[in-house]
């Protein structure tokens, strides 16, 4: 692709979820070398990357919990019940962006996660299974195009250097 980048690949992945899914913004964020070393890589809106952060500053939240366990998190309702208990100063904040339900995948393997695909919506509700297959499958190709990006795949064009895993 002329003019395409490593980095355009997992950005249009994240843009197509938000165009394709019932969601209201997406975003994805990386694990460092050090698991409290965590970036916002990309985000769809500034309530996404303000969501991200929030978690990052509160040591907090989905994407946190997501790397972690190394298993999806499906919040549907931030408002109450267990999804606030969970996370309730995270929750509070969440709500107070407009944020109603949270759903975080892993990137990675089954092993480790290397970051987080993360989709939030403007409304409580679980997501859709077709939905849900979406997401599982764009955050599989997120992670392709990030391993490819680690090897410094000549394909993409770009030195992957800068993606590290942790051990």
Do not use: K, N
Request: proline share 4%; aromatic share 6%.
């Amino acid at each position: 692709m002329h003019g395409v980048t490593g980095t355009d690949v997992p950005a249009a992945l994240c843009r197509a979820c938000v165009d394709l899914m019932d969601i209201t913004g997406a975003s994805v964020s990386l694990v460092g070398e050090d698991v409290d070393t965590r970036t916002l890589w990309w985000s769809s809106d500034d309530v996404a990357g303000r969501l991200a952060e929030a978690q990052y500053t509160l040591g907090d939240g989905p994407c946190l919990t997501v790397v972690t366990l190394v298993a999806p998190v499906l919040a549907g309702d931030l408002t109450s019940g267990a999804d606030a208990a969970r996370w309730p100063v995270f929750a509070q904040q969440a709500v107070g962006l407009g944020v109603r339900a949270v759903f975080s995948l892993p990137l990675g393997s089954s092993a480790i996660a290397i970051g987080s695909l993360d989709l939030y919506r403007d409304r409580a509700g679980p997501l859709s299974e077709r939905d849900r297959s979406f997401a599982f499958a764009a955050a599989d190709a997120i992670t392709t195009a990030m391993l490819a990006l680690q090897a410094g795949d000549a394909g993409t064009g770009m030195d992957g250097s800068w993606l590290r895993f942790h051990d």
